[in-house]
T-cell receptor, first 115, second 110 residues
Framework: DAGITQSPRHKVTETGTPVTLRCHQTENHRYMYWYRQDPGHGLRLIHYSYGVKDTDKGEVSDGYSVSRSKTEDFLLTLESATSSQTSVYFC??????????????FGNGTRLTVT | EDQVTQSPEALRLQEGESSSLNCSYT??????LFWYRQDPGKGPEFLFTLYSAGEEKEKERLKATLTKKESFLHITAPKPEDSATYLC???????????FGKGTTLSVSS
C-alpha cells in the first residue's frame, strides 16, 4: 500500500453535515492527490497538493476543500455533504509525475455514503 | 482536452485464452501512459509506465505496448487470479495529474 493510510475506511453521514477525510503517508512524497471513483465515470481528480500549504484544484473540486499542514497529511473536507458526493475517495502520492518512473501510488479508499 | 478511452468495458475469458485490452488517448505531447490493476475494495495498483511509441513493458503474463495514439495490454494465457479491473491513465498536458479511463473489467474463468 506504499505507506498510505486513509481514514475512516467507511462513513455514513447526513446531507448538510461537514465531513473530513484524512490521508496519511509515511513515504515523505511531495505530491498528494484526492480522487473520487464512481461507476461510469472512473477516477476523477478533486484536488492535489505539491507541498505543504500548496494546493490546486482538479476536475471536480466544487464542494470540496483541502488542507496540508504537514508533509505526511492531506485532508479532504466536504463543507456540507450532498448525496452527489456519495462515492469512494482515494488518496494517492507521488514523488513527482513528471519525473521518470514516478507513478501515483494509491491508498485503499474511503467509502462515503451521504443519506 | 486530455481524454482516455478504454475498450472493451468488460471482457470474459477462459483460462489460457489470450487477449488484449485497448487504451486510446488524446493528449498533446504524451509525457507518460500508465497502467494500473484494481481489485474489488482496493486502490489501484501500479503496473507499468510507457513513455514513447514502440516501448514495451512486461510483467508475468502481462505486456503493455504503446503507439502514437493508443496502448494495448496483452494478457497471455490468463489465470483466474488475473481477474480485475485494468485502468489506463495519461499524464495531463500540465504534467500535474493523471487522467484515467473508465477501465476494463476482466473476468477469467477456469
Amino acid at each position: 500500500d506504499a505507506g498510505i493510510t486513509q481514514s475512516p475506511r467507511h462513513k455514513v453521514t447526513e446531507t448538510g453535515t461537514p465531513v473530513t477525510l484524512r490521508c496519511h503517508q509515511t513515504e515523505n512524497h511531495r505530491y498528494m492527490y484526492w480522487y473520487r471513483q464512481d461507476p461510469g465515470h472512473g477516477l476523477r481528480l478533486i484536488h492535489y497538493s505539491y507541498g505543504v500549504k500548496d494546493t490546486d484544484k482538479g476536475e471536480v473540486s466544487d464542494g470540496y476543500s483541502v488542507s496540508r499542514s504537514k508533509t505526511e497529511d492531506f485532508l479532504l473536507t466536504l463543507e456540507s455533504a450532498t448525496s452527489s458526493q456519495t462515492s469512494v475517495y482515494f488518496c494517492a502520492i507521488s514523488r513527482g509525475l513528471s519525473s521518470y518512473n514516478s507513478p501515483l501510488h494509491f491508498g485503499n479508499g474511503t467509502r462515503l455514503t451521504v443519506t | 482536452e486530455d481524454q482516455v478511452t478504454q475498450s472493451p468495458e468488460a471482457l470474459r475469458l477462459q483460462e489460457g485464452e489470450s487477449s488484449s485490452l485497448n487504451c486510446s488517448y488524446t493528449v498533446s505531447g504524451l509525457r507518460g501512459l500508465f497502467w494500473y490493476r484494481q481489485d474489488p475494495g482496493k486502490g489501484p495498483e501500479f503496473l507499468f509506465t510507457l513513455y514513447s511509441a514502440g516501448e514495451e513493458k512486461e510483467k508475468e503474463r502481462l505486456k503493455a505496448t504503446l503507439t502514437k495514439k493508443e496502448s494495448f495490454l496483452h494478457i497471455t494465457a490468463p489465470k483466474p487470479e488475473d481477474s480485475a479491473t485494468y485502468l489506463c491513465a495519461v499524464l495531463n498536458q500540465a504534467g500535474t495529474a493523471l487522467i484515467f479511463g473508465k477501465g476494463t473489467t476482466l473476468s477469467v474463468s477456469s
